[in-house]
């Protein structure tokens, strides 16, 4: 278990970690999520001891890591899959790290095998691609059989059979008891992989709960409607202080009104209704709604006014939308 109280880390003038607080649980995969610049990195460097807080406390099952005799065995962690000598093979890489923390070298043909680089064992590092780099530094966050894992972009070069095994070994490692904290950019995986989120800006924390909860506290409930009076419903439903828009041929999506309220109007006046459907906003839509103000840096497009990408983005939120990015 990880446990963050007050955690704060100033480099100069800048805040990078302020007043940070959360429990990361075992039995879970945890999200760690925040924009860029957010102090995520940062954060899991203080949690290794790479890092001095500038105040407050980390501990890893109550105690700082830095204090632990053989810390592998203890916590993996995968914070950059490039960090590796390039002029050794990944055996050679595994076994000095295996050496090290005293864990016995059978264990190095073991993790190879568990993350499927067994061909490529005696191979220089410096060939590796990002992918096959991201393996081998799974199997490095592995090879003391820890019961904390931390990975910081775990997905990152993976082909989808890549993914998929991440995605699944995560799953594996929090279902035997082990505590698993994975930070990642890619909404979709986070979606499909947590259990639970912590998600700061600016270096604070600004939500932790569950995937489910975290979506439905930062996303408007949205119906689907598809009647063949498509305009007198939408005309029905702004005069009860609802919001209507088209939604191709026939259908409507609906906003500020429950769906038991629009059935009800749409049978008061006598609106035959094909379709009512609750559409399930994704995390990816919620952490965009909860994070905008904590963005460090915002990217203009081309011929568009300042302030355009608030509208760009809701319009690429719309299409992926009408294209089933919502199911």
Same mark, same amino acid.
């Given at each position: 278990?990880?446990? $963050?109280?007050?955690?704060?880390?100033? *480099? %100069?003038?800048?805040?990078?970690? +302020?007043?940070?607080?959360?429990?990361v649980k075992p039995g879970q995969v945890t999200g760690f999520l925040g924009p860029n610049g957010a102090g995520k990195s940062t954060t899991m460097r203080l949690i290794l001891g790479l890092d001095a807080p500038t105040s407050g406390t980390v501990t890893v099952d109550g105690r700082p890591f830095v204090q632990a005799a053989y810390p592998m065995r203890q916590v993996g962690a995968l914070l950059d899959a490039k960090a590796v000598h390039g002029g050794r093979s990944a055996y050679n890489h595994l076994l000095c790290l295996a050496q090290t923390n005293n864990?016995?070298?059978?264990?190095?043909?073991?993790?190879?095998?568990?993350?499927?680089?067994?061909?490529?064992?005696?191979?220089?590092?410096?060939?590796?691609?990002?992918?096959?780099?991201?393996?081998? %530094?799974? /199997?490095?966050?592995?090879?003391?059989?820890?019961?904390?894992?931390?990975?910081?972009?775990?997905?990152? %070069?993976? +082909?989808?059979?890549?993914?998929?095994?991440?995605?699944?070994?995560?799953? $594996? !490692? /929090?279902?035997?008891?082990?505590?698993?904290?994975v930070?990642?950019?890619l909404m979709s995986e986070m979606e499909n992989t947590a259990d639970h989120l912590i998600v700061i800006g600016r270096g604070r924390l600004v939500a932790d709960c569950t995937v489910q909860e975290f979506i439905d506290q930062n996303s408007e409930l949205t119906i689907r409607v598809?009647?063949?009076?498509?305009?007198?419903?939408?005309?029905?439903?702004?005069?009860? %202080?609802?919001?209507?828009? #088209?939604?191709?041929?026939?259908?409507?999506?609906?906003?500020?009104?429950?769906?038991?309220?629009?059935?009800?109007?749409?049978?008061?006046?006598?609106?035959?209704?094909?379709? !009512?459907?609750?559409?399930?906003?994704?995390?990816?839509? /919620?952490?965009?709604?909860?994070?905008?103000?904590?963005?460090? *840096? #915002?990217?203009?497009?081309?011929?568009?006014p300042a302030g355009a990408h608030d509208h760009i983005a809701a319009a690429a939120a719309a299409g992926a939308d009408r294209q089933g990015g919502l199911s």
């Open positions: 278990m990880i446990e $963050a109280r007050g955690l704060t880390k100033r *480099y %100069g003038d800048r805040l990078a970690v +302020d007043d940070l607080s959360f429990t864990l016995p070298k059978s264990r190095v043909g073991e993790v190879l095998d568990l993350v499927g680089l067994p061909e490529v064992a005696r191979k220089r590092s410096r060939g590796f691609s990002l992918g096959m780099s991201q393996r081998l %530094g799974i /199997a490095g966050a592995l090879l003391g059989d820890p019961r904390l894992l931390m990975f910081d972009e775990p997905v990152n %070069g993976l +082909d989808p059979e890549g993914i998929l095994w991440i995605r699944n070994l995560m799953k $594996a !490692l /929090a279902e035997e008891g082990r505590t698993v904290f930070s990642s950019h598809k009647t063949p009076e498509r305009d007198r419903l939408a005309g029905l439903v702004a005069g009860k %202080g609802g919001l209507a828009v #088209h939604d191709g041929d026939d259908a409507l999506r609906i906003t500020r009104l429950g769906m038991t309220d629009i059935g009800d109007l749409a049978f008061d006046n006598q609106i035959r209704v094909h379709e !009512l459907s609750p559409i399930q906003a994704s995390l990816e839509q /919620a952490f965009m709604e909860l994070t905008k103000d904590s963005v460090e *840096y #915002h990217a203009a497009v081309p011929g568009q």
